[in-house]
């Protein structure tokens, strides 16, 4: 009886293995005089296995037109290999040919760039890079889950389409099943009451307005789904859909809540370290040379905790010519967060206490009246990572900080009664998962650690 293997379950053997079935796409081949060796990778893992075809096998004539990109299914046994360079090998019984790619299949043996690979998405995941990456995204959100049930924390659903702007940058996608010519109200405004909700809908920016109300009925929760923000931003750490992993925690405050960031990214990195080791190494021989060094160091670090404050007199005493200029009160560049933990710290540091001018309107007040329970998590190479803040639980503040920010009561009364009902401290972060494969893998563009990127001007694939 033949066994299907995957190329990954094979490495781990420690014995030969006779009928085995093996499915998989040609990398390479190399016709030899009476040989044939043909590299297969099934995409399991960042190994191929070498496929020897010996001359008398039937259909020889036919494997030896097979070419990079075909998919074939393999019979044989698993040998130790003769050769150097691999362990183990197949040699083949029969090759049942699945489908032959022709010449034009763009990935021949020579490397490409990235900018070039982000022109063929859909096959770039065919390529050892590509292949790495998004196995580690698989095995990241895995331990994403992993990290939180841990830890008795709960995974809610919450929903994609909404009413609400939590972070209140306007940065929206409209939903809506309108079409011109657009019923308008007396006002001269879009009549919404007409649209498919009855009211303006958009693609959430962030799933924490949900999380809250049930963090505040289940304790500890998290979220872990796409966000979507139309920023008009062509930067290497921005792109318009995103997967955002959002805890919430019930009877928390801020240092809490920083707490929990900390161990999030440490666990993270120690997890991707330990169990993609093989994929995790190519990035470090290819793509970031100081990877294993910078991992290490953020896991072995306690992060840096600053006030904002003081953050920006570090900034301006500094020598450094920024492209932005900053003052207090000013929103921190992607070069400052850079400086500070690049240059200055040297390892991952939180700023926290930001002015309230500049934080949305759910974040708590601080006594001083100016500043808000705000976090943010700043790391190597990367800047901003995380983003978070303690709530603020009290009524009558967050009223008064609602109206000052041109929030309508009526539309948040849900989210009001929550202060109203048995309201308690509470925290929560944002962190952008792409932003931590970043961080993870070295790879310096968001637009390669997410399948297929959507950015402005771009919706590809
Ligand atoms: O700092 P942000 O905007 O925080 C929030 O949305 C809060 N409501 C989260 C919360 O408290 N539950 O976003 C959180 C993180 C950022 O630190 C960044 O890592 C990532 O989301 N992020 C993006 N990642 C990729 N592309 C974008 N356009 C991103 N915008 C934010
Ligand atoms: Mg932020």
Same mark, same amino acid.
């Given at each position: 009886m033949m066994k299907r293997k995957k190329i990954a379950e094979l490495l781990k053997t420690t014995a030969p293995i006779d009928n085995i079935l093996l499915k998989g796409w040609i990398r390479t081949k190399r016709d030899s005089k009476n040989f044939s060796f043909i590299e297969v990778n099934d995409g399991s893992c960042l190994k191929n296995m070498q496929i020897v075809v010996d001359e008398i096998i039937s259909d020889y004539v036919e494997i030896k037109k097979l070419t990079t990109g075909s998919a074939v299914a393999v019979s044989g046994s698993l040998v130790p290999s003769?050769? @150097? @360079?691999?362990?183990w090998e197949v040699r083949a019984a029969k090759i049942d040919i699945i489908s032959i790619a022709p010449e034009t299949f763009p990935l021949q043996k020579k490397r490409h760039t990235d900018e070039y690979l982000r022109t063929i998405a859909h096959l770039r995941p065919r390529t050892n890079k590509y292949g790495a990456i998004f196995r580690i995204r698989s095995e990241l959100s895995w331990a994403v889950h992993q990290f939180f049930r841990d830890r008795g924390f709960r995974y809610i659903h919450t929903p994609v389409i909404t009413g609400s702007d939590c972070e209140g940058a306007g940065e929206l996608f409209r939903v809506t099943t309108l079409n011109p010519p657009m019923p308008m109200n007396s006002n001269g405004k879009i009549d919404f009451s007409k649209d498919f909700f009855g009211a303006e809908s958009n693609l959430t920016v962030s799933g924490q307005l949900s999380a809250e109300m049930f963090a505040l009925s289940l304790g500890d929760v998290y979220t872990f789904g796409p966000t979507f923000r139309a920023e008009n931003s062509n930067t290497s750490r921005h792109v318009a859909e995103f997967w955002m992993i959002e805890p919430e925690m019930a009877f928390c405050d801020l240092a809490g809540n920083m707490d929990l960031g900390e161990a999030l990214i440490k666990n993270l990195i120690r997890f991707a370290i330990d169990t993609c080791a093989d994929d995790l190494n190519l990035f470090a021989r290819? =793509?970031? +040379?100081t990877l294993e060094k910078t991992l290490e160091n953020i896991i072995s670090s306690d992060f840096f905790r600053i006030p904002y404050k003081d953050a920006i007199d570090i900034l301006l005493g500094s020598k450094e010519s920024f492209e932005f200029n900053l003052s207090y009160g000013t929103d921190l560049q992607s070069e400052h967060e850079r400086y500070l933990t690049? +240059?200055?710290?040297k390892k991952p540091i939180i700023i926290y206490d930001y002015p309230k001018t500049i934080k949305p309107f759910y974040m708590r007040l601080n006594d001083d009246g100016e500043t808000v329970g705000a976090m943010d998590i700043l790391v190597p190479r990367i800047g901003e990572l995380i983003g978070g803040s303690q709530r603020e639980e009290r009524l009558d503040v967050l009223e008064k900080r609602m109206v000052g920010g041109g929030l309508s009561k009526e539309s948040y009364w849900w989210y009001l009664d929550s202060r109203r009902y048995g309201t308690v401290p509470h925290s929560g972060f944002g962190l952008g998962f792409e932003r931590l494969l970043m961080l993870i893998t070295g =790879?310096?563009? #968001?637009?390669? =650690? #997410?399948?297929f990127p959507r950015t402005p001007g771009n919706i590809d694939f």
């Open positions: 003769q050769g @150097g @360079g691999q362990q290819f =793509v970031d +040379k690049e +240059k200055y710290f =790879v310096s563009n #968001i637009r390669d =650690v #997410i399948p």
